[in-house]
């Protein structure tokens, strides 16, 4: 099975010499992690556990808090995974934590949903940046954006308020079949033919 599997892979050396063929069997090999992503998307998710940062709850109960009250607004899945792993950079990119959650679920979701993503983490300044020598006002920045008022209701109804220890969220695993549904195909890549009309 191993030379099976080593006859089906690319044969150049230097992409300059690859072909039509290399390039097949690159994307079949591809397909076989379909949907892997998601799992490791998963296993960051979970080194936010027990991670509290100062605040009342961990970062992953602040996340599912998050995502449980956009499901129970009746939010769409997209709109829930993005509430889900708008904090997911806190550990990783803590200096820019709203641009990792962005940049991950960029090529699955609309432009507004990863604008309000990508610039959360200054929406969110409107409730505490006064406490440390900023302008909580930052945001107005962007007044006038078609997606301010988007933004500033998703801090206001759904980031800001989830810090509470006695508040019923939805387990971890509810959530994961809603990001394989919305992370399975990319709506815009790079590495993909843009659909024709």
């Keep these: 099975m191993a030379d099976d ?14 072909t039509a063929e290399d390039w097949a069997a690159i994307g079949r090999a591809s397909l076989a992690h379909r949907g892997e992503h998601v799992d490791r998307i998963v296993s960051h998710l979970k080194l936010l556990d027990n991670d509290y ?20 607004a009746g939010q769409d899945e997209e709109y829930v995974v993005c509430a889900l792993l708008h904090d997911i950079g806190d550990i990783l990119l803590p200096a820019s934590h709203a641009e990792l959650g962005a940049a991950i679920l960029k090529p699955y979701i609309s432009e507004r949903n990863h604008w309000m993503l990508e610039h959360h983490g200054i929406f969110q300044g409107y409730y505490f940046f006064q406490y440390l020598g900023l302008d909580r006002d930052m945001r ?3 007044r006038g954006h078609p997606d301010f008022e988007y933004t500033a209701q998703f801090c206001h109804l759904y980031d800001q308020n989830s810090f509470d220890p006695a508040y019923d969220s939805m387990p971890l ?9 919305v992370m399975d195909v990319p709506k815009h890549s790079i590495y993909r033919k843009p659909a024709t009309a």
């Design 5 to 18: 599997a080593a006859m089906d892979r690319a044969k150049f050396t230097a992409m300059t010499e690859g």
């Design 53 to 72: 940062g100062g605040f009342s709850v961990d970062r992953l109960e602040h996340s599912l808090q998050t995502a449980t009250r956009a499901h129970r």
């Design 140 to 142: 107005e920045q962007f």
């Design 173 to 181: 695993d509810a959530f994961v079949p809603m990001m394989r549904r």
